[in-house]
């Protein structure tokens, strides 16, 4: 057997095979005594029919079987000897099988990747200075605030206005033909609010409780739909009621109604006191997304297209998900699937080569998880999700692949830790960061 390799890329080779001929008869020779073992042919008893005979009606399935046994024999055997670790099938492209004659083929693979850090120490990176927010505290108080007022109808006779909540019947026609999904009953719209189609809501403004009234709009260009985008749609709508929100009001009682406080002061420090570790978090992961981006920049090297596209369709799946929770679909965000993987392949590549970099630094600093790591990390899990610590640690210690998901995770904030240290911070507020973006 002859075999040449042509190394495409650092990820990407292609194995030359070529099969001596007297192999590829013994291979033919051994396939077609199988199938005459079982054949059944009329005139003859099972595994006595000419070979002749066996050739004309099982032809193509001999030289299927034939190139399948090759390719496995010769394939698999050289990419363990020589310690090649495809991170996909091959493609395979192959030679047509003539007896009597060598047969070629070729296996074409993505490897994984030589992954080796180099570099990580004295990383110059910045890092934002949390700073409380008097506004973000009176604004969480405000949604708090609307969460819990109520809609009551309103006690005069009046038409809507900007700010009504009104209830609403409609049905949307596009070429004098009911538009499909584009009606509804008992409708509830906030009258500038923006989420209906760009002035609807304004000509819905002035109706009075049951009157009816033809709405002529255009679709916008950039529609998420092409097919109704810079269309011409009218709706018939029928008002019904209009409501009012009320909204209670700050004090003692509306915080003992957001839950255990006795004052309005103690839910405003409260509140005040989740932003902030909201806020650190948010502050943390921004820090260690920057120490990944320059551990990369420094580092970086070729990936696969196939681990990216594992990474996509991950991330796609864990968002639709996420959406569905949320009663949201990809296209109500103006993205389908195929533009989510567009969008979000250079997130994608990112977070594979980080994952693949922390790994490879862990293994050459020695840093390990210990079972008091893992401890304090379920201890944690337990006080911040309210769960009963032996319940998470059972979850987590029976079930193998949530363990070592949670090793993997311990491990790589141990190893960004150790960058962190080497590094050259600088703290600056968000209004000095974002002088420093603007000005650059």
């Known amino acids: 057997m002859q075999v040449n390799v042509e190394h495409l890329s650092s990820i990407k080779k292609k194995i030359n095979f070529e099969i001596p001929a007297e192999r590829v008869l013994a291979e033919t020779q051994k396939a077609f005594a199988e199938i005459r073992k079982r054949a059944v042919i009329p005139g003859f008893r099972k595994g006595k029919a000419p070979e002749g005979i066996i050739r004309k009606s099982y032809q193509g399935q001999v030289e299927s079987d034939v190139i399948k046994n090759l390719f496995n024999d010769h394939y698999f055997n050289y990419i363990q000897e020589n310690k090649i670790f495809p991170v996909a099938h091959p493609v395979i492209d192959a030679d047509d099988l003539v007896e009597g004659a060598p047969f070629k083929f070729s296996a074409t693979i993505e490897v994984y990747p030589q992954v080796v850090v180099n570099e990580y120490e004295g990383f110059a990176v910045t890092k934002e200075k949390f700073v409380a927010d008097d506004q973000a505290v009176e604004a969480r108080i405000q949604q708090l ?57 304004e000509q819905v403004i002035g109706m009075n409780i049951g009157e009816q009234k033809r709405i002529t709009l255009t679709f916008p260009t950039e529609y998420h739909s092409t097919e109704l985008a810079g269309k011409e749609v009218e709706f018939a709508v029928t008002l019904k009621e209009i409501k009012v929100k009320q909204v209670p009001e700050l004090d003692d009682a509306f915080a003992r109604e957001c839950g255990d406080f006795e004052t309005f002061a103690d839910l405003k420090a409260k509140v005040a006191e989740t932003i902030e570790k909201q806020e650190m978090d948010r502050i943390e992961r921004d820090f260690k997304d920057a120490l990944v981006k320059q551990l990369i920049e420094k580092n970086d090297f070729e990936l696969p297209e196939v681990m990216i596209e594992r990474q996509l369709a991950s991330m796609l799946e864990n968002t639709k998900q996420r959406l569905q929770y949320q009663r949201m679909t990809l296209e109500m965000m103006g993205l389908d699937e195929q533009k989510y993987m567009d969008q979000f392949r250079p997130v994608a590549a990112s977070q594979v080569k980080g994952a693949l970099l922390l790994h490879d630094l862990a293994e050459k600093t020695g840093l390990t998880v210990t079972d008091s790591d893992i401890e304090a990390r379920l201890q944690k899990i337990s006080a911040e999700s309210g769960q009963d610590y032996a319940r998470i640690s059972k979850y987590y210690l029976q079930n193998a692949d949530a363990k070592q998901g ?29 002088e420093s973006s603007n000005a650059a």
Do not use: C
Request: proline content about 3%; charged content about 35%; aromatic content about 4%.
């Open 145 to 201: 605030r609307d969460n819990m007022s109520q809609l009551q109808p309103v006690s005069e006779e009046r038409p809507a206005a900007a700010g009504d909540h009104v209830v609403i019947d409609f049905e949307g026609f596009v070429d004098g033909k009911a538009l499909e999904g584009g009606d509804a009953t008992d409708h509830l719209l906030e009258l500038g609010s923006n989420s209906f189609i760009p002035g609807f809501e």
């Open 406 to 434: 949670l090793e993997e995770q311990i491990r790589e904030e141990k190893v960004l830790d150790l960058i962190a240290a080497k590094a050259v911070v600088v703290e600056k507020v968000k209004k000095e960061i974002l």
